[in-house]
């Protein structure tokens, strides 16, 4: 990995340079440039033999027009047909062994098609050697070695946005990168100029959320997520994360017109009658939280965690009723409930050691003592 980067870092240094977007010297025949121009429109179109027919037809024409080759290649990778697709690329490199595309060719073949890492890293790296300092290349090298290398991934995105800091599409995927490994420290130095630079992109403001949040900037988020809602209006999903970000800033109601939105979309999301239970609970409507929650039970959760969330919430509903019971001096009602509470607190922990067994343990011992209290124990 280090020996690859000196490398990259010499390269750079001492390979001659060209411009993003820079047009090649060679410049086809008429007749071939047009066949070429609507092979491009069939492949843009999705009708890929269409492609491969004007495509080859150009090359006929003009056997030195490299992009007629490299377009038949695109096509036959589009259509899977990659024996077909490696023989024309290797044809490339043969016929052309100065020009990148071959090599650039064979690096997606290998490393994107056939899963084989190590010969579709070696393939870009032939490309850089060849073109130089080319930022597309880096990056579909970042892109994949991101399941196989991440440090080296890593580096790569940061060495594009150290050459050109608003490449929006690495600032976007270098996000995503960051995020898949959680790392949102990182990505949070790249959220206000993607946000900026990617105003319109819903996905990108989605993935933005995630970054907001964890790193506590829940208005940043929230202001995220409305965008995002304007673009999708029906999925319960962010309705329930909306509500979760109002949540922590203190907005209760709306928090809680989140989590019923997100019913009235999907009636029995079991997500969303949790989380609206737990709020109802918190806000002193005990009784109404711990129906919802008994209904998502009922609808049957199969995941332990939420089981065992369920069971506590129940658990805080109780927990809730003895103590306003305690308040108005009903210490019989008061007990009762604290037993029920308590009975819920327990079939939590029973689940095993989920994210609230320490919780429901704690109350257990709170619900023990305010009984204790209640019957003069000392």
Request: aromatic fraction near 14%; include cysteine; hydrophobic fraction near 35%.
């Amino acid at each position: 990995m280090v020996k690859i980067a000196i490398f990259l870092g010499i390269l750079f240094c001492v390979a001659p340079q060209k411009k993003e977007g820079e047009v090649r010297e060679y410049e086809p025949s008429k007749e071939a440039k047009a066949l070429y121009i609507k092979g491009l429109s069939y492949y843009h179109q999705g009708k890929f033999e269409e492609a491969i027919n004007n495509y080859k037809e150009a090359y006929k024409i003009d056997p030195n027009f490299i992009d007629a080759l490299v377009g038949i290649g695109n096509s036959y990778i589009a259509l899977k047909k990659y024996e077909q697709a490696e023989s024309v690329f290797t044809s490339i490199i043969k016929k052309f062994p100065d020009d990148s595309r071959g090599y650039e060719g064979l690096g997606f073949f290998y490393g994107f098609c056939k899963k084989d890492y190590e010969k579709g890293k070696y393939y870009y790296l032939k490309a850089l050697e060849k073109k130089g300092e080319d930022l597309g290349i880096i990056f579909n090298l970042a892109n994949l070695s991101e399941d196989y290398d991440k440090p080296f991934a890593d580096s790569l995105y940061r060495l594009i946005l150290s050459k050109n800091p608003n490449h929006v599409g690495t600032i976007k995927k270098y996000i995503s990168f960051l995020i898949k490994e959680k790392r949102y420290q990182d990505a949070f130095k790249y959220a206000f100029k993607a946000e900026t630079l990617l105003a319109e992109d819903y996905e990108l403001r989605m993935q933005l959320v995630q970054v907001f949040y964890n790193m506590k900037e829940y208005k940043k988020a929230l202001e995220n997520l409305d965008f995002v809602i304007s673009k999708i209006k029906d999925n319960p999903s962010l309705y329930i994360q909306r509500g979760d970000i109002n949540l922590n800033l203190g907005k209760y109601s709306d928090a809680l017109s989140d989590y019923s939105m997100a019913l009235k979309i999907e009636e029995n999301n079991i997500l969303a009658l949790l989380k609206k239970g737990d709020l109802l609970v918190r806000m002193g409507r005990a009784n109404e939280g711990i129906n919802l929650v008994q209904k998502a039970l009922n609808t049957g959760i199969t995941e332990i965690e939420l089981k065992s969330y369920a069971y506590a919430i129940i658990g805080d509903g109780y927990k809730k009723i003895a103590e306003d019971f305690s308040q108005k001096g009903e210490k019989n009602k008061a007990i009762n409930n604290y037993k029920i509470a308590i009975s819920y607190y327990e079939k939590s922990k029973s689940l095993g050691k989920t994210a609230y067994y320490s919780y429901s343990d704690a109350n257990i011992k709170i619900c023990e003592e305010k009984i204790r209290k209640l019957l003069g124990i000392k």
